[in-house]
């Protein structure tokens, strides 16, 4: 279930970015750094349960691993956009005064 709503995310926000959506998709990578601030973030650590600090590692991982990713996707798709719009606006005219 975990791997299919992450799998999910991964196409969502990459159909976003795709799209030349940036605002959109900087919208749902906020919404999810918030997400992991409010419930992961502000979670005791458990002390005596080796098993469930070894789950809070892996979690930890995972969403480190989510907001990396989407960082990253947003970081190519902005450098596409400026490199396109260069292109798209024509010669760039200095004026000095």
């Given at each position: 279930m975990f791997e299919e709503t992450l799998s999910e995310y991964h196409r969502l926000s990459t159909a976003l970015a795709s799209q030349q959506d940036i605002t959109a998709a900087v919208d749902v990578w906020r919404d999810y750094l918030r997400h992991v601030e409010d419930s992961f973030l502000r979670s005791p650590v458990p002390r005596d349960d080796y098993g469930a600090l070894?789950?809070?590692?892996?979690?930890?991982?995972?969403?480190?691993?989510?907001?990396?990713?989407?960082?990253?996707?947003?970081?190519?798709?902005?450098?596409?956009?400026?490199?396109?719009?260069?292109?798209?606006?024509g010669p760039v005219r200095l004026c000095l005064v």
């Open positions: 070894a789950e809070l590692q892996r979690l930890g991982g995972v969403h480190t691993s989510v907001l990396s990713g989407h960082r990253s996707l947003l970081y190519r798709q902005q450098l596409v956009r400026t490199r396109h719009s260069r292109f798209t606006m």
